[in-house]
């Protein structure tokens, strides 16, 4: 079930920005006040995964595109642009409804990402487990 929830034209501009130019580490989508729109709530530079972590809200949902530099063993190294759907179960049902049913407008607008991950709690999210799903996802 789609929410018929728009795409910000802004969330497309920043994930360009990050993808082409490297202008940011990683972009932090959330819903406008009236949850008729995707809007981007944060760009940041940071290259510290801990930094990226902490944008994540303990109780809400949001969705993110993180730049996953790594090391590939035998392959030097590696990027992978990730998108992360952050659900936390301490997050209201309906946000995560309407999260999950906003989702596809934002992923099918965002072109080249290697590896998805969903989210319920920060174990998921660590950066063990982004590399682990990086590494398994070819080249």
Known sequence: MASGV?????????????????????VVFNLNKDHTEIIV?????STDYDD???DLPETECRWAVYDF???KEGAGK??????VSWAPDTAKIKQK???ASSK??????????AVEIQGTEYSEVAYESVLDKANRSGN
Not at 9 to 19: I, P, R, S, V
């Open 52 to 54: 990226f972590i902490a």
């Open 78 to 83: 590696r990027n992978k642009l990730t998108f």
């Open 41 to 45: 709530e944060k760009t940041s530079t």
């Open 104 to 113: 596809d407008a934002l992923r099918r607008s965002l072109v080249g990402i």
């Open 69 to 71: 530099e790594f090391e």
């Open 6 to 26: 728009g795409v910000n034209d802004a969330c497309m501009q920043e994930y360009q920005l990050l993808k082409l130019k490297k202008a940011h580490k990683y």
């Open 97 to 99: 409804m309407l999260l």
